[in-house]
């Protein structure tokens, strides 16, 4: 069973995702949070498997909250998820940096949600292809210049450098071992040496870093 945090300022978006996840049937609510500090406090007394976390929360916003809870190693395991909205809030990129597992979008169907729970919970990370463009085309307009010398990058092989391409541009491991006619565990392996070689702790900083070192362009094809 997946024990699962929500954490958003607005009751009725807590009371809807509540009654989604709850009917899935291997997924269990462990307590919901209405601003920052409560999220910490329900993360430490419950310890979630996964948390779903409003960046814009009252209080301690999200991005503090992620922060605080991948600085203690007490809560460093537990998977966080940012819940974005359209409109592509400006702490995302930080709190991907800051140890979020990966970022969903708020308005996202019921089964996309279920999708997200059970993925972030065995490990993988987040990734919406929506959410993904949005989040890229930001970056795009306000980032700063990428850094294509850094170090990590000469480390990765052709096809690593071909799956990490893949990834920011959010495909799960299913949809690159179709694309690539590999097999999903290969996959994982080679997202796992990236991730490794380029010193990123989960699948979200990957992209993340793809991005701002010029890896990838911020340049879409839809997927």
């Not at 966080?80 to 400006?90: F, G, Y």
Request: glycine share 8%.
């Amino acid at each position: 069973m997946t024990r699962v945090l929500l954490a958003d300022g607005q009751p009725l978006v807590r009371g809807g995702f509540a009654a989604i996840l709850g009917a899935a049937g291997d997924i269990e609510i462990a307590g919901e949070a209405g601003d920052g500090r409560a999220a910490l406090d329900q993360v430490r007394a419950t310890m979630p498997d996964v948390v779903l976390m409003d960046v814009q929360l009252p209080g301690l916003n999200g991005l503090e909250a992620t922060r605080a809870l991948a600085a203690d190693p007490a809560t460093a395991a537990v998977k966080i998820v940012i819940l974005a909205t359209s409109e592509l809030d400006e702490y995302v990129f930080e709190a991907l940096r800051s140890g979020a597992r990966g970022f969903l979008d708020k308005h996202c169907s019921p089964e996309e949600l279920i999708h997200a729970v059970r993925v972030s919970a065995a490990g993988d990370a987040v990734l919406s292809p929506g959410v993904t463009r949005r989040l890229v085309a930001e970056y795009a307009r306000r980032a700063k210049p990428p850094q294509p010398g850094h170090r990590c990058r000469a480390a990765l092989t052709d096809r690593e450098r071909e799956v990490v391409t893949m990834v920011a541009q959010g495909l799960d491991n299913d949809s690159i071992a179709r694309r690539l006619f590999l097999s999903v565990a290969t996959v994982r392996s080679h997202v796992s040496r990236a991730m490794t070689k380029l010193d990123v702790r989960n699948r979200a900083q990957l992209v993340v870093f793809a991005y701002e070192t010029g890896l990838v362009a911020p340049h879409w094809h839809d997927t």
